[in-house]
């Protein structure tokens, strides 16, 4: 970082920062502090002493088998949830950087879901997607499936998938869009004089320059479905029917709130922020190489 | 736009068109059941045209509350809402162009363990430090109150990153003639650089706005009170799935009435959203 301090008030400076620092320190790294410290005691069922065990919470976690549902949950989930909401925001980001009429109206239309809560966007589906009174599944129920996310783990799994791909479009469509605009018009005439096809064209030329974007856009949709999705699934599904929809971040919140096994629980807690700190990190080395580049 | 096509751009129309019917269909709905009587909605007979019980629907649902149990009438969930949206948005713009600030015109000491400091916060959302954050909060006895709703949610990198690589952009030379003409640091704050980061600001409270007011998990856990309910929160317990006896029409009001704020932010100040969103995940 370039030092071009000019001010030389250190009290003043140090007026300045310390709200932020204060709020950091209280409200983010002494709770994180916490969960790793947590994460290696084990308390008695009365709460009555903790002993410290090392990483035993850690091997009972890995040995249950809910705790590898979860996880086979959330990136079944994440897969389903980053693939369709990338492929349909690159498909109407592709078609809205056409020069035609009437494309402020549809990028107004277009980024609406973004300004709506996971939860309330979950809410507007459970209401299609109701047994018995809604449009859709009465339509399904109409051709013979017997549509039930209450019941049935995959419809349950469906459904937030929906809500969560709708939540997102905006946010890959905006991208995308951005994307396509800074990619240079010459380069894609040369390509035209050659002859090349729209289809073509595309998948040679556009696809390759817009490569930065779309892994930008990879890293930030799987921290989205792993970590913002909770609204979605307590709203729709509460994780269930039989934890089929609860993800690792859903489990984590369910465990907490039992409250039984606190060592567990921080463990959980534990291992999603190496995750998370793995994403950001592969995110900034993206962000690193573009500035270089 | 690089040569004659056969079918004009009635392809692009098509895609676009689906993809408008798809975003709006499931919103359209949710205002046009708000417009109808619970039983119809209950039958699964809903037209998809207005009906004519809008008024009552949205009288009982802001002021009385739904019927069936003791619930807060939204519109307090409302206030709640846009306290927090607002508290959220003003507080993490105070704070961050302060300490981005300090770190960019000032000289002290610490000052790059205190930017790194700001910037590992960017990798802990609050969903994974949660229940740690939230015993923290309640032995501050901060449960209940809009500090503790606020505060943790505050304190994070991004906007103090904006604003830091902003500042950067600004001349030297602005700083030098500024304190040539007798100005300290204090006023240099006031009259230079707060107005040249207007419009940074405006579009950082568009997208902060969003993210307060669509918060779920945090106030879903700090709030016990029925008046301090977020309208996000409220939702959920208007609707459920395994009760037949959900008053959908109030529930998709309640929906239609979470969704307005933020909408209307976003369409209306489309291009301050657009710029926020861009800048602040870059």
Same mark, same amino acid.
């Given at each position: 970082?370039?030092?071009?301090?000019?001010?030389?008030?250190?009290?003043?400076?140090?007026?300045?920062?310390?709200?932020?620092?204060?709020?950091?320190?209280?409200?983010?790294?002494?709770?994180?502090?916490?969960?790793?410290?947590?994460?290696?005691?084990?308390?008695?069922?009365?709460?009555?002493?903790?002993?410290?065990?090392?990483?035993?919470?850690?091997?009972?976690?890995?040995?249950?088998?809910?705790?590898?549902?979860?996880?086979?949950?959330?990136?079944?989930?994440?897969?389903?949830?980053?693939?369709?909401?990338?492929?349909?925001?690159?498909?109407?980001?592709?078609?809205?950087?056409?020069?035609?009429?009437?494309?402020?109206?549809?990028?107004?239309?277009?980024?609406?879901?973004?300004?709506?809560?996971?939860?309330?966007?979950?809410?507007?589906?459970?209401?299609?997607?109701?047994?018995?009174?809604?449009?859709?599944?009465?339509?399904?129920?109409?051709?013979?499936?017997?549509?039930?996310?209450?019941?049935?783990?995959?419809?349950?799994?469906?459904?937030?998938?929906?809500?969560?791909?709708?939540?997102?479009?905006?946010?890959?469509?905006?991208?995308?869009?951005?994307?396509?605009?800074?990619?240079?018009?010459?380069?894609?005439?040369?390509?035209?004089?050659?002859?090349?096809?729209?289809?073509?064209?595309?998948?040679?030329?556009?696809?390759?320059?817009?490569?930065?974007?779309?892994?930008?856009?990879?890293?930030?949709?799987?921290?989205?479905?792993?970590?913002?999705?909770?609204?979605?699934?307590?709203?729709?599904?509460?994780?269930?029917?039989?934890?089929?929809?609860?993800?690792?971040?859903?489990?984590?919140?369910?465990?907490?709130?039992?409250?039984?096994?606190?060592?567990?629980?921080?463990?959980?807690?534990?291992?999603?922020?190496?995750?998370?700190?793995?994403?950001?990190?592969?995110?900034?080395?993206?962000?690193?190489?573009?500035?270089?580049? | 736009?690089?040569?004659?096509?056969?079918?004009?751009?009635?392809?692009?129309?098509?895609?676009?068109?689906?993809?408008?019917?798809?975003?709006?269909?499931?919103?359209?709905?949710?205002?046009?059941?708000?417009?109808?009587?619970?039983?119809?909605?209950?039958?699964?007979?809903?037209?998809?045209?207005?009906?004519?019980?809008?008024?009552?629907? &949205?009288?009982?649902?802001?002021?009385?509350?739904?019927?069936?149990?003791?619930?807060?009438?939204?519109?307090?969930?409302?206030?709640?809402?846009?306290?927090?949206?607002?508290?959220?948005?003003?507080?993490?713009?105070?704070?961050?162009?302060?300490?981005?600030?300090?770190?960019?015109?000032?000289?002290?000491?610490?000052?790059?363990?205190?930017?790194?400091?700001?910037?590992?916060?960017?990798?802990?959302?609050?969903?994974?430090?949660?229940?740690?954050?939230?015993?923290?909060?309640?032995?501050?006895?901060?449960?209940?109150? &809009?500090?503790?709703?606020?505060?943790?949610?505050?304190?994070?990198?991004?906007?103090?990153?904006?604003?830091?690589?902003?500042?950067?952009?600004?001349?030297?030379?602005?700083?030098?003639?500024?304190?040539?003409?007798?100005?300290?640091?204090?006023?240099?704050?006031?009259?230079?650089?707060?107005?040249?980061?207007?419009?940074?600001?405006?579009?950082?409270?568009?997208?902060?706005?969003?993210?307060?007011?669509?918060? &779920?998990?945090?106030?879903?856990?700090?709030?016990?009170?029925?008046?301090?309910?977020?309208?996000?929160?409220?939702?959920?317990?208007?609707?459920?799935?395994?009760?037949?006896?959900?008053?959908?029409?109030?529930?998709?009001?309640?929906?239609?009435?979470?969704?307005?704020?933020?909408?209307?932010?976003?369409?209306?100040?489309?291009?301050?959203?657009?710029?926020?969103?861009?800048?602040?995940?870059?």
């Amino acid at each position: 970082m370039e030092n071009r301090a000019i001010f030389s008030g250190r009290l003043l400076a140090c007026l300045l920062v310390f709200p932020q620092l204060a709020i950091s320190l209280i409200f983010f790294y002494w709770p994180a502090a916490q969960a790793l410290w947590q994460s290696f005691l084990v308390q008695d069922a009365f709460g009555l002493s903790t002993e410290f065990v090392w990483f035993e919470n850690y091997v009972t976690l890995l040995k249950t088998p809910e705790y590898y549902h979860a996880i086979g949950t959330t990136f079944f989930f994440s897969l389903l949830v980053v693939f369709f909401s990338l492929a349909i925001g690159l498909l109407l980001a592709v078609m809205a950087n056409r020069n035609i009429a009437g494309v402020q109206i549809y990028r107004t239309f277009l980024i609406i879901p973004y300004a709506v809560a996971p939860a309330v966007a979950s809410v507007l589906f459970i209401f299609m997607f109701q047994p018995g009174l809604g449009m859709i599944a009465r339509a399904l129920q109409r051709n013979g499936i017997d549509w039930n996310p209450v019941l049935n783990g995959n419809h349950a799994m469906i459904l937030i998938v929906i809500v969560a791909v709708w939540n997102q479009i905006s946010y890959n469509f905006l991208f995308f869009l951005a994307g396509l605009q800074s990619i240079p018009k010459s380069v894609i005439e040369a390509a035209a004089i050659d002859g090349a096809r729209p289809a073509r064209r595309f998948w040679t030329i556009v696809f390759p320059l817009l490569s930065p974007t779309t892994f930008f856009l990879i890293v930030v949709n799987i921290t989205y479905a792993f970590f913002n999705t909770l609204g979605i699934i307590d709203t729709a599904t509460e994780g269930g029917p039989n934890g089929s929809t609860s993800t690792l971040v859903y489990k984590v919140f369910l465990d907490g709130k039992a409250g039984s096994d606190l060592g567990g629980s921080a463990a959980q807690s534990v291992i999603l922020m190496i995750i998370v700190i793995g994403l950001t990190a592969i995110q900034f080395r993206y962000v690193e190489k573009k500035v270089h580049y | 736009m690089v040569e004659h096509r056969r079918f004009g751009n009635l392809l692009p129309h098509l895609v676009l068109l689906a993809g408008v019917a798809v975003v709006a269909f499931p919103v359209y709905l949710a205002i046009i059941a708000s417009t109808h009587d619970n039983t119809v909605i209950a039958n699964g007979q809903m037209p998809l045209y207005p009906g004519s019980h809008a008024l009552e629907t &949205y009288w009982n649902t802001i002021v009385s509350g739904a019927g069936r149990t003791t619930r807060e009438p939204v519109g307090s969930m409302l206030m709640a809402s846009f306290i927090m949206a607002v508290g959220i948005a003003v507080g993490k713009i105070a704070i961050s162009i302060l300490s981005a600030y300090a770190i960019v015109f000032f000289n002290f000491p610490f000052r790059m363990a205190t930017f790194w400091t700001i910037f590992v916060t960017l990798m802990l959302p609050v969903e994974v430090r949660i229940f740690p954050t939230y015993k923290i909060t309640s032995d501050l006895h901060m449960l209940d109150s &809009y500090s503790g709703l606020i505060l943790p949610l505050i304190a994070s990198a991004t906007a103090t990153l904006l604003f830091r690589q902003f500042f950067m952009t600004i001349p030297k030379e602005l700083v030098e003639a500024s304190k040539m003409d007798g100005a300290g640091p204090i006023r240099f704050f006031f009259d230079t650089l707060l107005p040249l980061s207007v419009t940074n600001i405006a579009a950082l409270f568009v997208i902060l706005f969003i993210y307060g007011w669509n918060q &779920y998990l945090w106030p879903l856990l700090i709030t016990t009170r029925d008046d301090m309910q977020t309208i996000v929160i409220g939702i959920k317990k208007i609707i459920d799935v395994k009760d037949a006896l959900t008053e959908w029409s109030v529930a998709m009001a309640t929906a239609v009435l979470a969704m307005l704020p933020p909408v209307a932010i976003v369409v209306l100040l489309q291009r301050l959203f657009v710029k926020g969103l861009i800048e602040t995940e870059k």
